[in-house]
């Protein structure tokens, strides 16, 4: 089947720093690839929509200054955070549309925890 | 807009035994696909099942059955024979076909299965 893989799967880092995570669809074309982040206990919510070669879409109240979102091939996409803080420690996971079918799979997740 | 509601934020469930997983959703488009995930403890979104709107016969996949009820909006799994295995946390979630928009997901069901 197809796989998404996402590195690195946990990351601790420092407040100030930045974080790049990365979201590669191993054997299939990704026109679109999804990024959702999720707290403890609660549901996947919508970051962003990000298409090759063009700016992603951000959700509302999305700061996209601190959520870089690249997608430079059809096989990656990048979620850089920014100035990270503390409140920004959460799961985050993506998505990936494969090109020829529209069907959807999902990375492993990456946890981010910011000191 | 579309919206998914799951009401049981938590079920336990007798080892051997089937379980339901309640599922509304609200949307005024008429074409769109409904879908189920497992998310394990380790965070990685498992693809269950998925029903289309306009699909006839209720999705069954192995021990998993989507009890579609388009009159009534709702899109309960049923879950035969719990296995310890099975404890996890359950997202429902849509799609409108033809949209760009991503999956919009449920709060979560967290199952337990009781040895």
């Known amino acids: 089947g197809a796989v998404v893989s996402q590195h690195p799967s946990r990351v601790i880092c420092k407040s100030g720093t930045s974080v790049k995570i990365e979201c590669r669809s191993l054997?299939?074309?990704?026109?679109?690839m999804f990024w959702y982040r999720q707290f403890p206990k609660q549901s996947l919510m919508l970051m962003a929509t990000?298409?090759?070669?063009?700016?992603?879409?951000?959700e509302q109240g999305v700061e996209k200054d601190k959520f870089l979102i690249n997608h430079a091939s059809l096989t990656l996409s990048t979620l850089t955070v920014t100035s990270a803080h503390p409140e920004d420690s959460s799961f985050y996971i993506c998505s990936a549309r494969r090109r020829e079918t529209g069907e959807l799979f999902f990375g492993e997740g990456s946890r981010l925890t910011v000191l | 807009a579309q919206k998914i509601t799951q009401t049981q934020p938590g079920m336990f469930v007798q080892e051997k035994e089937a379980v339901t997983l309640d599922c509304t959703y609200d949307t005024s488009d008429p074409s769109y696909g409904l879908f189920w995930y497992k998310q394990p403890s380790s965070g990685e979104m498992i693809f269950l099942i998925y029903q289309g709107s306009y699909d006839q016969q209720n999705a069954t996949e192995g021990r998993y059955s989507l009890n579609f009820q388009k009159a009534r909006k709702s899109a309960n799994l049923v879950i035969s024979a719990s296995q310890l295995g099975d404890s996890a946390m359950y997202f429902c979630a849509m799609r409108v076909v033809g949209s760009a928009r991503q999956l919009t997901f449920g709060s979560g069901t967290q199952l337990t299965v009781l040895p």
């Open positions: 054997d299939f074309q990704a026109t679109t």
């Open positions: 990000s298409n090759e070669g063009s700016k992603a879409t951000y």
